[in-house]
Every structure is written in C-alpha cells, then in structure tokens.
C-alpha cells in the first residue's frame, strides 16, 4: 500500500471508505525491510488495536518505533499507558505528555530507504487511530509522500522527542506554534478577496467554535460578503445568519 502514497496524495473519508487501508499502510510499513523508522501519535485507540499491534512487531522487528502517548486523552488513559507498556517491552521507544501541552494531532510517519536515500511517508488524520469509532465519526485522513508536508511531520516528532525545542513549520498549522495565526491570515487573505470584487469562501470542520477572535474575524469576514459555511460538532459560540454581522454565515450542529 505504501506504493499509493508514494504515486501521489491520498485523500480517505471514513466512515464512507474503509479504515482498513490505514491499518494495512502501517502493517505492511512494519514488515517491510526497507522501512527503517516509525512514529506515531496515540490518542485514543481501542484495547485490541492493530495499528498498535503493527508497531510492535515492527518493534520485535528490530525497526526504530518511537510513540508519543497522550495521558490526557480522556477516558482512554488506562488502555494508552497499557499499550505504551507493551510496546517497550518489544523494544519500541514512548514518549508521555508534555508540560502545558496536549497532543491532540494524528499522525504517522514512516521512514523508508529507496535507492539509497531516506523517503518519508505520512498519514495525517482528524480522526484517532481507532479503527472502532472509524465505523461511525465522519473523518478526514491524507496518505502523503509529499517532501513539503512530511518533513513538517518529522518536525512535530522531532520536537515531541525533545530534539527540537523551537519548531518552525512551512507548510503545517501546528498548535500552539502557528495555528492561530496561520488561521486569521487565511481569513484576512478571503476578506480581501471579497473587498476586492473577487470570488472568496470559507468551509470549516471542527470539534467546537470557542476562540472569541477567531469568531470575531469571521464575523468581520461575513460583513465583507464572505459566504462561509460551519460544521460544528459541539459548542458554537458564533451566532450565524444575523443581519449585518453575520448574514452569510451558516452553521450545522450534529448532535448524535
């Protein structure tokens, strides 16, 4: 499967496409004798996880598997540590939360030697690596071998790992380094377009809406004529669809 990526992006919707391709992506990366590393980052993943089963027999396998487990995943901390456990017994290398930081980014990273020289392989995801809760939470994942987007990646885990202590990211909105600002530049770049006659929108996908500027930027975005459409899975503190703030604003709220 790692052939897919490496031919171009692969943009996967669960529960609308099958959650199997990420677990053969990193079971094959496992038993593959040219992939030399992996990197995961753990959220929640159920008790019997295959994906975390492929990292340890790549462990067991005698490749370089570092995991950064987060400790603060409520409700699943019990079933994380376990199988933090489990992989440093098979040789694998974890990592714990961070002072003042929770991880809540899904990614792979898969290192790979091609002629010589080291390729990288990513799976960013806004789903977990659940392959449970991929049968219902609508999510987004991207298979890439994109240089430009996997080397952000690396980044993220070298700065996990300790290597790296002030990351700076091209291509990647990484919180807390870049992502509120990355997020109002692109708001400003539509807001301008609109001023200007141009064609302009915005579509955005999240847990919750909270960030009182962030909700103010938009509304500035709605009254310079930005056609902007939410999907907001919990909280909204923005009011949509009010008569000049707000007018070109629409919300839909899934509570299910």
Known sequence: LIAAPAERDRVLHFPYQSYDCVIRFLTEAARDPDVEELYLTVYRVSRESPVLQALVEAAERGKKVRVFVEVQARFDEEANL???????RAGG????????IKVHAKLALV??????KRRLYSYLATGNFNERTA???????????DPRITRDVQRVFRYLSGKLKAPVFKHLLVAPFNLREGIGRMIEREIRAASKG????????????????VIEQLYEASRAGVPIELVVRGICCLVPGQKDFSETITVRAIVD
Do not use: C, Q
């Open 135 to 145: 049968r219902h939470y609508t999510d987004i994942g991207l298979l890439t071998a």
């Open 82 to 88: 376990e199988w933090a456990e489990r992989l440093e």
């Open 198 to 213: 141009r064609a302009s929108g915005m579509f955005l996908k999240m847990n919750a809406l909270e960030d009182p500027d």
């Open 111 to 116: 290192v790979r030697r091609e002629a010589g």
């Open 93 to 100: 290398v974890t990592m714990y939360s961070i002072p003042g």
